[in-house]
């Protein structure tokens, strides 16, 4: 699968934001079966493919990766019914995601443990905040250096020497 999940870390990488050890803030669930299945309906739902085109790219992806497992239409309908026990197998997901243009199911998977995905843009607005501050750090830095030479300059009488 490894082309696959190139092309999804190319347009959406995950970024985990959260520390080991870190609790979910409010006792937020674990149980992530009813959300997820209420985000692939909605996925499904949202997307501009029929059910029987999400099926068959899925399974072409699949194929295309030289796998031998096929989605059904009837599979699918499980997995988004919130009364059925049926769920994708984790290593579909991405496949499903790929189809239907979204993350949200992935993302359902990571909230309770405190962790977002970061699209494209998400992640270069991070970098750009990144380094704005380092910039005023170096800033910083620049006008503690220039102040501490103009003291040492008073000091030793070099202010206004041409130096």
Same mark, same amino acid.
């Given at each position: 699968?490894?082309?696959?999940?190139? =092309?999804?870390?190319r347009?959406e990488?995950? *970024?985990m934001?959260?520390?080991?050890?870190?609790?979910p803030?409010f006792?937020q669930s674990?149980?992530?079966?009813?959300?997820?299945k &209420?985000?692939l309906?909605?996925?499904? =739902?949202?997307?501009?493919?029929? =059910?029987?085109?999400? !099926?068959?790219? *899925?399974n =072409?992806?699949?194929e295309?990766?030289?796998?031998v497992? &096929?989605?059904t239409?009837?599979?699918?309908e499980? +997995?988004?019914?919130p009364?059925?026990?049926?769920?994708?197998? !984790? +290593? !579909?997901?991405?496949f499903?995601?790929q189809v239907?243009?979204?993350?949200r199911?992935?993302?359902?998977?990571?909230?309770?443990?405190?962790?977002?995905?970061?699209?494209?843009?998400e992640?270069?607005?991070?970098e750009?905040g990144?380094?704005?501050?380092?910039a005023?750090?170096?800033?910083r830095?620049?006008?503690r250096?220039?102040?501490a030479?103009?003291?040492?300059?008073?000091?030793?009488? +070099?202010?206004g020497?041409g130096?």
């Amino acid at each position: 699968m490894p082309a696959l999940y190139r =092309r999804l870390q190319r347009r959406e990488r995950i *970024i985990m934001t959260m520390h080991p050890g870190q609790m979910p803030l409010f006792g937020q669930s674990l149980d992530v079966i009813s959300p997820l299945k &209420r985000a692939l309906a909605d996925t499904l =739902r949202n997307c501009r493919l029929s =059910r029987e085109q999400v !099926v068959d790219e *899925i399974n =072409r992806l699949l194929e295309g990766e030289g796998l031998v497992l &096929r989605v059904t239409l009837n599979s699918l309908e499980k +997995w988004c019914a919130p009364s059925a026990s049926h769920l994708p197998p !984790v +290593w !579909v997901l991405p496949f499903f995601c790929q189809v239907v243009g979204s993350l949200r199911p992935l993302e359902v998977l990571s909230l309770p443990l405190g962790a977002h995905l970061m699209g494209e843009r998400e992640q270069h607005l991070m970098e750009l905040g990144r380094v704005q501050l380092e910039a005023k750090k170096v800033a910083r830095a620049r006008r503690r250096a220039l102040e501490a030479l103009e003291d040492s300059d008073r000091v030793f009488g +070099w202010e206004g020497m041409g130096r």
